[in-house]
C-alpha cells in the first residue's frame, strides 16, 4: 500500500495519506543535540552488548518514576527499537511449538516474531462492540480448552497498534491475574504507553510480586519521542530471561548503536517535557477524525483512548457492492484488502487494511497526519461511501 501511495505521489497525484506509522513531528533538538555531542566527544565503538550502564539506568529511574516499577539495571536491556526487543524475548523464551496467546487485532510483527521463534501463535477474537478489549472470560476459555498443549506466553499491548484501545487498569489487573494462574509469561509492549488521552496507563508487572516476577515489559523512544529512526526500545524483567536475550543479541547484532543509544538517554532525562504538546495535538486530531467518521453510515468505531490510530469496522460496505462503478466495478468486496485499494485508486485515500491485523473487515487510519489532511481526507471517504446501496 506504502509502494503505490508513494508511486501515486511521485505522478503527482494528490494523494492523502493515513498510513504513517510513526509521529509527524521531528525528534525534539536536544535529544539530537546529544546524539550530534556523542559522536563529537567519539562515543562511536563498542558499547556492552546489552545498553550502556547509563542508560540501562535510566530506564529503571523511568520505570520507577512512571510506573512504579523496581528493576535493577541488571534486569535491562537496550535493543534496535521495541520491534527488535520484542523478536530477542521471543527467541529466549519459546520452545517449539509453544503457543503464544495474542489478542486480535494484534500489531503485525507479534505472530511472526512467535513464529520465527518455532511457536504457535494462538488467537483471540476481540469486537469493536467490545472496544477491542480481551474480556478475562474470553482469556479464561481459551486456557482451559487448550490445556493439552503448553501455553506459555500472553502478550499484552496498551495502548494498541492497530486499534487505540487502551486497558482500564482493574481490567488489565484481571487479564494478568488469569495469566499467573495458570503460570504463564505475560510480555507487555507498552510502546505507546505515552500517547494517551484520558484513562491511566497501567503496567501489569505493578500488580504484585508474583506477576511481576513473570512479566516482560518492553516499551522504547520511538513513538512517545519522535525518534523512529533512531531504533532504541528496551524491556525490563526477571534477570533469567533479560540474561537469555542479552546472550542472543550479542551474537545478533552486538549493541544498539552507541550514538542512538546517547540520544535515548537523553531522551529519558527529559521526561515529559517534549511528550506533551505532542499528546495535545494528538488528542485534538483524534476527536476530529472521530467526528468526521460518524458522518459515514454504518462505520462503527470504538474510541480509540491511546495511541494515533482510528480502527473502524467497515462491515456495512463488504457485502453490499458499490453503486457506481468505481473500485470492483460493481462487484462486492472480499475483504478491506480490495477496500483500501479501491479507495487509494478512486478517491486518492491511502489507508492500511486490517488484514495483515487480524480484522479483515476494518481500516487503519493513522492520525499523525496534519488537521488540515484529515479534513481533506474524510471528505474524500464520505463522499466514497455514498456510493453504496
Ligand atoms: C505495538 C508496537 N510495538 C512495537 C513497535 C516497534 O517499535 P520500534 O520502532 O521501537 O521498534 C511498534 C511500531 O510500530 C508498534 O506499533
Redesign the pocket.
Same mark, same amino acid.
Given at each position: 500500500m506504502d509502494a503505490r501511495a508513494k508511486a501515486l505521489k511521485a505522478e503527482g497525484k494528490d494523494l492523502v495519506s493515513f498510513t504513517a506509522?510513526?509521529p509527524d513531528f521531528d525528534t525534539p533538538d536536544p535529544i539530537k543535540e546529544a546524539g550530534i555531542a556523542a559522536i563529537r566527544k567519539g562515543q562511536t565503538k563498542y558499547t556492552p552488548a546489552s545498553g550502556t550502564v547509563e542508560l540501562r539506568k535510566a530506564v529503571c529511574e523511568k520505570l520507577k518514576r512512571d510506573n512504579g516499577l523496581d528493576y535493577a539495571p541488571d534486569q535491562v536491556i537496550i535493543g534496535?527499537?521495541?520491534?527488535?526487543?520484542?523478536y530477542t524475548f521471543f527467541q529466549a523464551v519459546l520452545d517449539p511449538g509453544d503457543r503464544v496467546l495474542i489478542p486480535t487485532p494484534y500489531?503485525v !510483527?507479534y505472530p511472526e516474531q512467535v513464529k520465527l521463534a518455532g511457536g504457535i501463535p494462538a488467537f483471540i477474537e476481540t469486537t469493536p462492540q467490545e472496544g477491542f478489549l480481551l474480556s478475562p472470560e474470553k482469556l479464561q476459555s481459551q486456557i482451559t480448552n487448550h490445556n493439552s498443549q503448553f501455553t506459555k506466553v500472553l502478550v499484552l499491548?496498551s495502548p494498541?497498534?492497530p486499534t487505540g484501545a487502551v486497558y482500564p487498569p482493574d481490567h488489565l489487573r484481571k487479564l494478568a491475574e488469569i495469566a499467573d494462574k495458570a503460570g504463564m509469561l505475560i510480555v507487555s509492549?507498552e510502546?505507546?504507553e505515552k500517547l494517551i488521552y484520558g484513562l491511566p496507563h497501567a503496567s501489569p508487572a505493578a500488580f504484585g510480586l508474583s506477576i511481576y516476577n513473570r512479566t516482560v515489559t518492553?516499551n522504547?523512544? !520511538?513513538?512517545s519521542y519522535a525518534m523512529?529512526g533512531w531504533?532504541?526500545?528496551y524491556a525490563a524483567g526477571p534477570k533469567e530471561i533479560i540474561d537469555a536475550m542479552g546472550r542472543i543479541q550479542s551474537h545478533e547484532t552486538s549493541n544498539p548503536t552507541s550514538i542512538a543509544q546517547a540520544a535515548a538517554l537523553e531522551a529519558l532525562r527529559r521526561g515529559d517535557q517534549d511528550v506533551t504538546p505532542m499528546v495535545e495535538a494528538f488528542r485534538k486530531r483524534r476527536d476530529l477524525i472521530l467526528s468526521l467518521l460518524s458522518g459515514i453510515r454504518g462505520v462503527v468505531c470504538p474510541k480509540p483512548e491511546g495511541?494515533f490510530y482510528v480502527f473502524p469496522d467497515l462491515s456495512a460496505y463488504l457485502s453490499t457492492p458499490p453503486l457506481t462503478k468505481g473500485g470492483q466495478g460493481g462487484v462486492p468486496f472480499r475483504n478491506s484488502d480490495d477496500l483500501s485499494l479501491s479507495l487509494l485508486s478512486d478517491c486518492l485515500v491511502a489507508v492500511v487494511s486490517g488484514v495483515g491485523f487480524g480484522a479483515p473487515t476494518c481500516l487503519r487510519l493513522s492520525y499523525a497526519v496534519s488537521e488540515k489532511d484529515i479534513e481533506r481526507g474524510l471528505d474524500r471517504l464520505v463522499k466514497y461511501f455514498k456510493n453504496f446501496a
Open positions: 506509522g510513526e534496535c527499537g521495541a520491534k527488535h526487543v520484542l500489531w !510483527s499491548n494498541s497498534n509492549d510502546i505507546y518492553v522504547g523512544v !520511538s513513538k523512529t531504533r532504541i526500545g495511541a
